[in-house]
């Protein structure tokens, strides 16, 4: 897993491949892996829009898995669509080697002053 482009509110990771260790017995990419490339690609996009001595936790996060991810390269984009005061909401996809959406997700942040 690795970041490949940041924006404000934004940010674009690849995994281009996975080992063995991460797929289920069906050799398919086992759903807690891509919920941490989903939760990586949330962090880093919250992280662009925060303040001097801000910080942000996970309130609440959603996954849908609309089909299952063979090894191979993927890529996925999370972006920040609302930011109050206190809390951030977010949306995120994945995509497969074949240019289908594979996962969709959305997140609350809470944000909190240091």
Partial sequence: MRPTNFGPGTSRWAWDSQPPSVLNPFGTIQGGFLAL???????????????????????????????????????GEAEVI?????????????????GEVAVTASSTWAISKA
């Fill in 37 to 75: 490339f989903v939760d990586e690609m949330f962090s880093t996009a919250i992280a662009s829009i925060l303040d001097s001595g801000e910080w942000a936790v996970t309130a609440e996060v959603k996954i849908s898995y609309l089909r299952a991810l063979r090894p191979e390269a993927i890529t």
């Fill in 82 to 98: 609302r930011r109050t005061r206190a809390l951030a909401f977010m949306q995120a996809s994945i995509i497969s080697g074949r």
